[in-house]
């Protein structure tokens, strides 16, 4: 899937607040290289999502992402 095409995907809900809460429940950084667990809790489901991060010329960029989700 591109880019485009996953932004596609929340194109409607864009610019929308959502009724959630997200939690960072565990940081791990090893140098300028570190890994992120959020959860995300929605009215009718949760992700969990997990997040590499690398900093960057000092800037901490995302540069992978996976999840999973179920209903609530």
């Known amino acids: ?3 485009e095409q ?3 995907m929340f194109a409607s809900s864009a610019g929308k607040e959502e009724e959630g ?3 960072i429940v565990s940081t791990d950084i090893s140098g300028d290289a570190a890994s992120v667990k ?3 809790t929605y009215p009718k489901s ?3 999502d997990y997040l590499n991060l690398l900093r ?3 800037k901490w960029t995302i540069v992978n992402k996976i999840y999973t ?3 609530r």
């Open 38 to 40: 959020v959860i995300e």
């Open 46 to 48: 949760i992700y969990i």
């Open 56 to 58: 960057l010329n000092g």
């Open 69 to 71: 989700s179920r209903p």
């Open 6 to 8: 996953w932004y596609a």
């Open 1 to 3: 899937m591109s880019q």
């Open 21 to 23: 809460d997200l939690r």
